[in-house]
């Protein structure tokens, strides 16, 4: 799902739109590539019920400008 906000700019929605268009064409032409997706990511599949167990949070106090 997505859902653009209006601090979006219409580049980035454009070129949103196109990664889009692209991937269509691709899945269209090469069905198994979409089936390798992703492929630039360090994880194949994140257990989201282990991070939640094992929750870690880091925030850092901006300094006074």
Known sequence: ??????????????????????????AHEDPDLLHEAPVTTPVRRLDEARAARHLTLRWEHPEPA
């Open 1 to 26: 799902m997505v859902e653009p906000t209006e601090t979006e700019t219409k580049e980035s929605l454009d070129a949103f739109a196109e990664a889009l268009l692209q991937a269509f064409r691709e």
